[in-house]
């Protein structure tokens, strides 16, 4: 069964705490994105990733940064992370441009309290 | 920019009931649209697609038709059952990208 696994499912941290969220896929896709899904606003894209090493900001860059050392793994790091971060953080991979399906396949999602 | 608009929910209806949930968007060139569902602690999952105009997308008793005259991507379902009751999103694909741009979401809650 194809699998997008979210390291922590429940996360409490301090203001000015330095974050990482771990995404794991064992479906050896090209791409992979981090979310943040927030009441009334949906889903928007922090950053996604179609390569080792290569990232691309989404809509919401600001705060986080990534990291895609390995094929299979997508880290999102808060730096210093603040209340308004709060939130849950979704993991998602997909095919490349080339297979293009559009079908996108999620972790259960990591919730993120900053106090 | 892209987008995707959705109804507001909830949307609360009793067991058999017929469902709609409506979904325009605005986009450049030729999108593929998409209905992702989430049910009670989990992550989302593709519902169904349709990739060009008056396809009709189906999966679990769900449909949707590519209306490119009205922009539309209207969710339907003739008889919901409890175990329907989710958040749905509307999504349509970025021309020629990975990309998706996701609507609200629609939270549906069926009571028997």
């Known amino acids: 069964d194809v699998k997008v696994t979210q390291s922590s499912r429940y996360l409490v941290k301090r203001t000015g705490e330095k974050v990482f969220l771990e995404c794991v896929q064992d479906m050896d896709h090209e791409n992979m994105f981090w979310y943040r899904q927030d009441p009334g606003l949906g889903l928007r894209l922090i950053y996604f990733s179609y390569d080792v090493k290569m990232k691309e900001k989404g809509d919401i860059p600001e705060g986080y940064s990534v990291s895609r050392e390995k094929k299979e793994r997508f880290s999102l790091i808060l730096e210093s992370a603040s209340t308004n971060q709060t939130s849950m953080y979704l993991c998602a991979s997909m095919t490349g441009l080339a297979d293009f399906t559009g079908e996108l396949f999620f972790g259960e999602g990591s919730r993120l309290t900053v106090l | 920019g892209d987008s995707v608009t959705q109804m507001e929910g909830p949307v609360t209806l009793s067991e058999e009931a017929f469902l709609t949930i409506n979904c325009t968007y605005t986009a450049t060139g030729y999108p593929s649209l998409f209905w992702y569902v989430q049910y009670p602690g989990e992550g989302l999952q593709l519902l169904l697609k349709?990739?060009?105009?008056?396809d009709k997308g189906s999966n679990k008793g769900f449909e949707a038709t590519y209306r490119k005259e009205t922009t539309s991507f209207h969710l339907e379902k003739g008889s919901v059952q409890v175990s329907d009751s989710a958040v749905y999103f509307c999504a349509l694909s970025v021309y020629n990208t990975d990309k998706l741009i996701f609507g609200t979401g629609t939270r549906l809650q069926v009571f028997p």
């Open positions: 349709a990739t060009k105009a008056d």
